[in-house]
């Protein structure tokens, strides 16, 4: 058998079994395989800011060196989100994202096993080749696998398996680094990688009824490496100068430096994507009716779900709340997360949109951050603002992600769904250097206050900025 073969074969999708086609409610078994991947994502992210200072006495190093494991994984999945979408447009999103499931198991079987640092940060950035081919597909397989009436709860289901993700990944990372080894925080991902294999082959639906073969000669054939190699410079060097303030020990001139590389980068992506025929960005989506503001939004969310997820255990250690308690409070935040974007839109009327739906949630979230910055600081006077932010964010995020896939056309929905994850993606970043910087510049106490304080006025931008969708992209039936 040569390659071409071999590839057209591992390329072409394969049905659902009959019996599972068949039933009518046949689009919660996909959903339920997407929550698994969006579940595992979350949880490694969760996971692996446990295992840093037991990497650092390891592999007898600082922290500056270890924090790549982290970063490694981060700077690749921003980078190959979009691409990995457009990739799927055009291979099928079901193909690439059970490739994802593999790829993500086997990196994470390598990185258990490395046996240097270099080593297991090249693993953890094969381990986000394969995130970004679960991420960039994941919101796409829920919004055209599902009946329009279902979208919004299908969504709000799978913000939920994140919320979980989160919840449970610094307990669980805690328990695997004290009572086995940091090995396992990476093998932990391997049988669930496996699972999700099978469960996508039998549970989600194909999305292409016709095997995909590479394209001769043709110009609509050719990926857009220019913009791939201006989006991956660009967003790495903004990434690499947001890390500057979660610890990464770089001078300030090569902070700013960086931070006009992004922007000079960023303006030629934006040049390469106006005038090449297959672009990875896809201008035309983002200036579509409803989805450049969904996307900033999207990126609000979660950097009002990510900061108070890393300031909120500062603030309380700092007044003098043990550790293991002020995590069990913070984790109140992803519980309200999970339960709101699950069964949280009950307590609404019915009769709300999704553009009501998503200013309520904001405008709740901001409520509760500026309960907690006004509160005094303790382990009774935070549970109720966290929860509260939680519930607000989890109203919000999956109404958001609706609007954007719904203005998005079906034939471009993974490069849609991949950019509603970069900007996830980057929010979380912000998220996580937002409060650092804060609390270097002016302590923890003030510093603390100031941040939230800044994060409940972005609320109210977010309320601001929702709009109703553009044009319809929902596809007919999906394909068995």
Known sequence: MNATVLATRLLTERARPRGIAGWRHAHWLAVGTVCLGAFLGQLTAGITALVLPALGQHFRTDYAAVEW??????????????????????????????????????????????????VLVACRAVQAVGGAMMQANSVALVARGVPGHAMRRALGIQAAAQGLGLALGPSLGGLLVEHASWRWVFWINVPIGLFGILAGWFLLPRTRAEP??????????????????????????????LSTASGL???????????????????????????????????????????????????????LLFCPLVLGPVLLTEAGVPVLRAGLVITLLPAGFAVAATVGGALLPRGWSDVTRCRFGAAVAGAGLLLFALLPVGVAWAAAPLLVAGYGLGLLLPANNALVMR????????VGGGMVNMARSLGTALG??????????AGAASGGRTVLLALAAVAVLAVALVRPAGRAGRPGPPVL
């Open 69 to 118: 494991v982290a970063l490694a994984y981060l700077l690749v999945l921003v980078a190959l989100l979009a691409p990995v979408g457009r990739l799927s447009d055009l291979v099928g999103r079901k193909t690439v994202y059970l490739g994802g499931f593999a790829v993500f198991a086997l990196a994470s079987l390598g990185a258990g096993c490395a046996g240097g640092l270099g």
């Open 212 to 241: 995909w073969a590479p394209r001769s000669g043709g110009g609509d054939g050719r990926f857009d490496l220019p913009g791939l190699l201006l989006l991956t410079g660009a967003t790495t060097a903004l990434l690499l100068a």
């Open 249 to 303: 020990p770089l001078p300030g001139w090569a902070a700013a430096g960086l931070l006009l590389l992004a922007v000079l980068l960023a303006l030629g992506l934006v040049r390469q994507e106006r005038r090449t025929a297959r672009p990875i960005l896809a201008p035309g989506l983002v200036n579509t009716p409803g989805v450049r503001p969904g996307l900033a939004v999207a990126l609000i969310g979660y950097l």
């Open 407 to 414: 203005a998005i056309p079906a034939e471009c929905s993974a």
């Open 432 to 441: 996580t250097a937002v409060p650092v910087l804060g609390v270097h510049l």
